[in-house]
């Protein structure tokens, strides 16, 4: 992927928009790097209880982590609870699914039967709401053998209420630090040859599990 990870293509509006003050005093504090390096934060944004939206390059990828961190000697530092999200998943939860997740967590107190939701965001991970647990659920799922029903992974991060919220503030900010990767992002099941269904089922992105849900 081009961009802001490759320094010979950022100009010199990328390189304004990535010249944040690092303010350390203010809670979602920005850390934007310059010039970019492999692994290098372009943010790090509290979500609370030591959860923190992290956008960094992995192998050349950009993905956005939504991870616990833990208190050190030296800081906050990473675990492995949590998901890293490419930038097609991420965008498919900014774009077309934030408002879906909204509804089942406004109407989650109310004596609704149908505020359940699970929302594929590509290969085996989901984002879903199920009473009567009040968390947004961003978690890998696998089919294990023999069965037709996938089961959740360790690997996610369940969010309260008010983390999600913040999660959907920090969308803004993403947007702005990687709005030229975003925009540049094509949906998998929008790609040419996922045109007709054979290609769509042959993704294992889209169907990654063999069969619909
Ligand atoms: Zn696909």
Known sequence: MQGLNSPETANEDDEKKLTIV????TENCLNPVGPLREGAELCRLHLGDERYVVLKSFKGVMQAHIRQFELGPKGPFPTSKGVALNLEKWKKLEEMYAEDIDLSVTNFDKNDENIDCKIHLGSNYYVSVKKPIARVDIRRW?????????VPTKKGISLTFKQWSYLKNSMAVVRQLVSKELDETVYCEQ????LNQMGYLACSNCNPNGYMY
């Open 22 to 25: 690092d303010d350390e005093a």
């Open 191 to 194: 790609s040419n040859d996922h």
């Open 142 to 150: 696998f089919l294990p053998l023999d069965s037709d029903v996938i």
